[in-house]
């Protein structure tokens, strides 16, 4: 369920689509190739075209991306969970205006919509609290006993550690639980790592809104520049 939010004290403003790219923190878009998206319904070209990425920025992403594990994988679980509180409620506050561009991009119904939005938005919820009690660590303390016969037995200790940046490419038919906020790239996150996200060509717009809401919320939560980028591409793969 939504968590309450004072939503008089928040002045709404539609997002500025610019059709680039997220490298971290930096918009970009250096390509000279471009593509649409299209309105379903009547397959009629969307505004504005979206920016294919360039070689050099996604290898940007992948430099930034590395270097943010360098801090993220040493980063206190609590402040992991902060940002994924902050991102849930970015999402809720441009709710409506995701759901909009959504249904434009790809016509699934709101209501349909909606409840993928509640799904996701809870399971960002569950990540954090998931993280909060350390649970994901399974954590095994095997203590030494240094005069067992015939063979002393040592010390033997286990924990899970994140292993570094991730990509994750979005799905089409989940615009918003298998894609930008979807469950591979929140895991990643409650994990410790850095991720890239290949948006889906099918619903680029609702991709950068989602992406900007996971770049402020990377702000507000003192997260590194590169916790999170996003790729553009008409391709599925890229």
């Known amino acids: 369920m939504f968590q309450n939010i004072n939503f008089d004290i928040i002045k709404k403003l539609k997002m500025k689509l610019t059709g680039q790219q997220f490298i971290g923190f930096k918009i970009s878009g250096k390509g000279n190739q471009f593509f649409h998206a299209y309105n379903p319904e009547d397959n009629s070209p969307l505004e504005p075209k979206i920016v294919e990425a360039t070689t050099e920025e996604i290898e940007e ?13 040493k980063t ?9 509180n902050e991102i849930a409620n970015k999402l809720e506050v441009i709710r409506d205006e995701l759901i909009n561009t959504c249904h434009t991009e790809t016509g699934l119904s709101q209501s349909r919509l909606n409840g993928e939005l509640i799904r996701t938005v809870n399971q960002i919820y569950m990540f954090s609290g998931l993280i909060k009690t ?40 989940f615009p918003l639980a298998f894609s930008v906020t979807g469950g591979d790239t929140i895991s ?39 916790m999170f980028s996003l ?8």
């Open 61 to 73: 992403a992948c430099r930034l991306a590395g270097k943010a594990f360098q801090i993220i994988s």
């Open 134 to 173: 350390g649970q994901h660590l399974d954590i095994r303390i095997d203590t030494a006993i240094p005069d067992r016969q015939p063979a002393p037995k040592p010390d033997i200790r286990q924990t899970q550690i994140p292993l570094g940046p991730v990509a994750v490419f979005g799905a089409s038919n």
């Open 76 to 84: 206190n679980r609590l402040k992991i969970a902060q940002f994924l």
């Open 188 to 226: 990643a996150f409650a994990a410790g790592c850095p991720v890239i996200v290949k948006a889906n060509p099918s619903h680029p717009h609702t991709s950068e809104i989602v992406a900007s809401a996971i770049v402020k919320a990377a702000k507000n939560t003192n997260m590194p520049d590169g």
């Open 231 to 238: 790729i553009q591409g008409q391709a599925y793969s890229t």
